[in-house]
T-cell receptor, first 106, second 114 residues
Framework: KNEVEQSPQNLTAQEGEFITINCSYS?????LHWLQQHPGGGIVSLFM???GKKKHGRLIATINIQEKHSSLHITASHPRDSAVYIC????????FGKGTHLIIQP | GAVVSQHPSWVICKSGTSVKIECRSL??????MFWYRQFPKQSLMLMAT?????????EQGVEKDKFLINHASLTLSTLTVTSAHPEDSSFYIC??????????FGPGTRLLVL
């Protein structure tokens, strides 16, 4: 069973700061997902990636398959980015990390 | 983008009753749907994988006779919690996927069993 570790668990930053969230997993995978969960529980899929780097707006996700590591970056962070960010791995049913609680203060 | 709906969003029921949760892909046909649950302050956990027209595959520790999954069409999967007990109180969320593509998540259903 794949173990997914995220860091940091909690992160508070000021508006405008560059944010990095890290994810490590124990077993080789075919796909890694970055998800965003809002206080009401709803989940939005941000990225699915299997190699390299993807960018969407202010969000950037990278993955290093050899090191079994992925990072999610947020540039020019904004209070509306406050949410729980979850790393998940798997080709079918996903195995999730515990999430990173991000708070961006104005 | 692809939209997945769940109904109901909230349900409160008495212990011993059954509760049905629907998951629908609104603008695409999903080859596979997944059911997850999340207990307070814990990670999401996969419960079962459901393919249209076939029996669901349950994760270890998930009772298939208690959590009945029906995937009758490419746009609808249902999860029925039978004889619900307080320990089944949780946040249930489904996702739907077209093969080899990302999963799209429903908004979730909060179940409280009294």
């Amino acid at each position: 069973k794949n173990e997914v570790e995220q860091s940091p668990q909690n992160l508070t930053a000021q508006e405008g700061e560059f944010i990095t969230i890290n994810c490590s997993y124990s077993v080789g995978i075919s796909a890694l997902h970055w998800l965003q969960q809002h206080p009401g529980g709803g989940i939005v899929s941000l990225f699915m990636l299997s190699s390299g780097k993807k960018k969407h707006g202010r969000l950037i996700a990278t993955i290093n398959i050899q090191e079994k590591h992925s990072s999610l970056h947020i540039t020019a962070s904004h209070p509306r980015d406050s949410a729980v960010y979850i790393c998940a791995v798997g080709a079918d049913g996903l195995t999730f990390g515990k999430g990173t609680h991000l708070i961006i203060q104005p | 983008g692809a939209v997945v709906s769940q109904h109901p969003s909230w349900v409160i029921c008495k212990s011993g009753t059954s509760v049905k949760i629907e998951c629908r892909s609104l603008d695409f046909q999903a080859t596979t749907m997944f059911w997850y649950r999340q207990f307070p302050k814990q990670s999401l956990m996969l419960m079962a994988t459901s393919n249209e027209g076939s029996k669901a595959t349950y994760e270890q520790g998930v009772e298939k006779d208690k959590f009945l999954i029906n995937h009758a069409s490419l746009t609808l999967s249902t999860l029925t919690v039978t004889s619900a007990h307080p320990e089944d109180s949780s946040f249930y969320i489904c996702s739907a996927r077209v093969i080899f593509e990302t999963q799209y998540f429903g908004p979730g259903t909060r179940l409280l069993v009294l």
